[in-house]
């Protein structure tokens, strides 16, 4: 709702929710059901999608369309680029005002945020200024914190009060860098300071701490004031006055406890009786609406007020309409189609590249599983040897133990060489280039870190790819990222590798020669 308050177009969201599609197909489409399978971390359901045992597989498909469909209708859409953290205070005090720090995880390892701003809000809110958007920024000193959003300690006001007034004693906050979804502009945040005293006595009486624990929940006035929000949001939107009332209201009515004070809802901010709602709704009268004036705000002309169907109204209705469907829809054993070998590299290729697919628990499945699981499927397979090999390179043997390995080398014809050494399975380098220049004198500490699109033929890819676009396979050394290497072919006869150190390009530090080398592989 507040994001579409702060003029974020319709289209957006509405395009953001198309997902649910692939959720009602999920027991009739075998692809759908091993890529939500994968993301739901239910190897054993993979198994049983892989033999056929379609009995078994349908009841419990239907379970995981139940998980998933449980918060069709709340709205919840998954955004890749987004995460939900605890906050914190900068311990350092480098950050600025209006500066955040984010450094997200992705499969147990930190990734570079493609944005330089971001949105940061909290649930729930009710004022348009409770959303807002923060640069983010990288400062060394804060290197070794991940998963968590760093607030500046420096400013008139902290960041994390003008969030709903917020703090930072184990609040969650909603971090999201997509930049379909960030305001261009923003209201300024309500003051949620309250000018309530708090009521206090020298001793409180066992029988006044009864009463009050016991009166609380009968004096609590926020689900009322979000139930009545939400009917004015329905209505007249957020930005309404009644809307703004509300949101400072329902701020009171949070803090109500702790100070006592008795909340009113006055009569103009109440939705009207049914029986007067539904009177209003026979005499059509529903398209001309005069809203509760304020009387510290000018007098607008909003005498006569359109009645519009807002975003989140249609986003319901599809999400109603989606349930629907799934209610209705009977599951056909015979309209599960064979496994495709297209849907496990996208499935292999999206835990590879999570920033070009807009899946949200690619992550959750262990890389010993999927690889396990992919040479059963292989196995069973005509010409499996062949097909395997597409499936090679984009395993990530780094993230295995050697034991791991060790039992894939049993049940598997692979050359060691790729099975210990990541370098050597990435298609650019030769094994000439590798040696030379010594780039796996520590072949152990490799890890893929990311793999252009271009560097596998995959159907799904087409439209990604652009006249020119270099093949870039990327590795780090180490969960310190002490040392990386960059792999880049620009095309099919030139490879240009660049081999960079931890703060080659630190300003406080002298050039160093061995911190970095550039190698050029030219094929005749």
């Not at 692809?31 to 597989?57: C, E, P, W």
């Not at 959303?131 to 902290?158: A, N």
């Not at 009486?205 to 689900?223: D, P, V």
């Not at 396990?372 to 005509?382: A, L, P, R, S």
Request: glycine content about 2%.
């Amino acid at each position: 709702m507040l994001l579409s308050g702060l003029n974020i177009p319709d289209e957006i969201f509405l395009k953001k929710q198309e997902h649910f599609h692939e959720i009602i197909s999920m027991c009739d489409n075998m692809n759908v059901a091993m890529k939500y399978s994968l993301y739901f971390d239910r190897i054993d359901l993979i198994y049983h999608l892989l033999s056929n045992n379609i009995q078994f597989i349908q009841s419990e498909l239907q379970i995981l369309q139940k998980k998933a469909l449980e918060s069709v209708e709340k709205l919840k859409i998954p955004i890749t680029k987004s995460r939900l953290a605890f906050g914190v205070c900068d311990p350092y005090g480098v950050l600025k005002p209006g500066e955040v720090y984010f450094r997200p995880t992705f499969n147990g390892r930190q990734f570079m945020i493609d944005s330089k701003i971001c949105f940061v809000a909290k649930s729930p809110s009710y004022h348009l200024g409770d959303i807002r958007v923060l640069k983010l920024t990288s400062y060394q000193q804060l290197e070794h914190l991940y998963d968590v959003i760093v607030f500046p300690t420096k400013g008139q006001r902290p960041h994390p009060n003008e969030i709903a007034g917020s703090d930072l004693d184990g609040d969650k906050y909603l971090i999201c860098w997509d930049n379909d979804l960030i305001p261009k502009q923003t209201n300024k945040p309500m003051n949620y300071n309250s000018t309530a005293k708090v009521q206090e006595s020298e001793f409180i009486t066992r029988k006044e701490m009864i009463s009050h624990f016991a009166n609380a929940q009968k004096t609590n006035q926020s689900g009322i004031i979000d139930n009545y929000y939400n009917y004015w949001a329905n209505l007249l939107g957020v930005n309404s006055t009644q809307c703004r009332r509300l949101a400072e209201l329902f701020s009171e009515a949070v803090d109500a406890p702790k100070t006592g004070q008795k909340i009113r809802i006055p009569a103009e901010l109440k939705p009207p009786r049914k029986e007067e709602e539904q009177q209003q709704q026979l005499n059509n009268e529903m398209t001309s609406i005069q809203p509760v004036q304020d009387n510290n705000q000018p007098n607008t002309n909003n005498n006569n007020i359109e009645k519009k169907e807002f975003v989140w109204i249609k986003m319901l209705n599809n999400a109603k309409k989606f349930k629907e469907e799934f209610q209705i829809k009977l599951i056909n054993e015979n309209q599960f189609k064979s496994l495709s070998k297209e849907t496990l590299l996208n499935i292999l290729y999206e835990r590879r590249c999570p920033y070009i697919y807009n899946y949200n628990n690619v992550q959750s499945l262990n890389e010993y599983s999927l690889i396990i699981t992919i040479i059963k499927w292989t196995n069973e397979q005509e010409n499996s040897d062949e097909i395997l090999k597409d499936f090679i390179y984009l395993f990530d043997f780094s993230q295995l133990t050697i034991e791991q390995k060790q039992n894939i080398e049993l049940s598997l014809k692979i050359d060691q060489s790729y099975l210990y050494s990541i370098l050597n399975k990435s298609k650019l380098l030769s094994k000439e280039l590798i040696n030379k220049y010594h780039l796996s004198d520590t072949p152990l500490s490799w890890r893929l870190f990311y793999t252009s699109p271009k560097l596998f033929n995959i159907s799904s890819l087409v439209e990604y790819e652009q006249t020119f676009q270099p093949i870039i396979y990327v590795l780090k050394q180490n969960s310190l990222h002490e040392r990386t290497l960059i792999n880049i072919s620009i095309d099919d006869n030139i490879t240009l590798v660049l081999d960079i150190y931890k703060d080659a390009f630190h300003e406080s530090q002298q050039t160093n020669q061995n911190q970095s080398q550039i190698i050029f592989q030219i094929q005749p």
